[in-house]
């Protein structure tokens, strides 16, 4: 992060991370909709962010609509507070 003199500033965030087995980066729609499918337990939030903003958006509602999660597709540069 730039701080407000134009320097580069260390924040720590003290995150944990889950890795995600059997899931590729490259998949497509067919494959993302199966495999939001089968993930157990069901998922609490879906934040799509890679993709055409149409796209992203269509999945978004369809993952709303189909499986009953809040999901969304953020626009380019929004903040959005994970807790």
Do not use: W
């Not at 055409?52 to 903040?79: G, Q």
């Amino acid at each position: 992060m730039m701080n407000s003199g134009g320097k580069i500033e260390v924040i720590k965030i003290r995150l944990g991370i889950d890795s995600i087995e059997g899931f590729s980066g490259h998949s497509d729609r067919r494959q993302i909709i199966s495999y939001i499918h089968r993930v157990s337990p069901k998922l609490e939030k879906i934040i799509v962010c890679h993709g055409e903003k149409i796209e992203c958006n269509s999945i978004a509602n369809l993952f709303r609509r189909k499986y009953k999660v809040d999901s969304i597709a953020p626009e380019i540069l929004e903040t959005i507070r994970l807790r």
